[in-house]
T-cell receptor
Framework: DTGVSQNPRHKITKRGQNVTFRCDPI?????LYWYRQTLGQGPEFLTY????????KSRLLSDRFSAERPKGSFSTLEIQRTEQGDSAMYLC?????????????FGEGSRLTVL | AQSVTQLGSHVSVSEGALVLLRCNYS??????LFWYVQYPNQGLQLLLK??????LVKGINGFEAEFKKSETSFHLTKPSAHMSDAAEYFC??????????????FGRGTSLIVHP
């Protein structure tokens, strides 16, 4: 069990650029979640996958955001035409649906700074 | 809809003193409840969870929490604070009747400050 891995850990970009984050979940976990955390706030749900299917998306996930999990393993979160308001920590988490209670295993996050 | 309220964005204690972090939830059904800890520039780590078994739940690092349905509370306690406990603490709730999604909703967090 190597834990949830996120890359890159830090990303600084200029407004208007596109960025992509990658998440590798715990290998036996079939569910993968993306959350956003801004300074002084708790994590806010963005979207989650079960295997390769994206089952739910938050209203926070605007049209500029897209998430994929093409083979039910790793996932990517892309933000197009970044805005300063997108600056946040993007957290990935995973779980196994067979034992699911809402307990999530988090990665260390990818911090985005939009200049 | 479910929600979590954490009273106090900052709690300051002396080393060796009792730690009490408050969490109240709102849910239409008895929920699953969690406490997570986050150290600077790191992800969240589960401290403990309540999933409808014993109402007093013990977690890692000497923390425990008690589910009180009548008060809709799940406060986190530790008898004696240690400097290493300084971190951000998040309470979270998920709905067992959510059709299997169990997506947890998090509170805004409480920053625990421990003074020597």
């Amino acid at each position: 069990d190597t834990g949830v891995s996120q890359n890159p850990r830090h990303k600084i970009t200029k407004r208007g650029q596109n960025v992509t984050f990658r998440c590798d979940p715990i290998s036996e976990h079939n569910r993968l979640y993306w959350y956003r955390q801004t300074l002084g706030q708790g994590p806010e749900f963005l979207t989650y996958f079960q295997n390769e299917a994206q089952l739910e998306k938050s209203r926070l996930l605007s049209d500029r955001f897209s998430a994929e999990r093409p083979k039910g393993s790793f996932s990517t979160l892309e933000i197009q035409r970044t805005e300063q308001g997108d600056s946040a920590m993007y957290l990935c988490a995973s779980s196994y649906s067979g034992r699911n209670t809402g307990e999530l295993f988090f990665g260390e996050g990818s911090r985005l700074t939009v200049l | 809809a479910q929600s979590v309220t954490q009273l106090g964005s900052h709690v300051s204690v002396s080393e060796g003193a009792l730690v009490l972090l408050r969490c109240n939830y709102s849910s239409s059904v008895p929920p699953y409840l969690f406490w997570y800890v986050q150290y600077p520039n790191q992800g969240l780590q589960l401290l403990l969870k309540y999933t409808s078994a014993a109402t007093l739940v013990k977690g890692i690092n000497g923390f425990e929490a008690e589910f009180k349905k009548s008060e809709t509370s799940f406060h986190l306690t530790k008898p004696s604070a240690h400097m290493s406990d300084a971190a951000e603490y998040f309470c979270a709730v998920s709905d067992p009747l959510s059709g299997g999604s169990y997506i947890p909703t998090f509170g805004r967090g409480t920053s625990l400050i421990v003074h020597p």
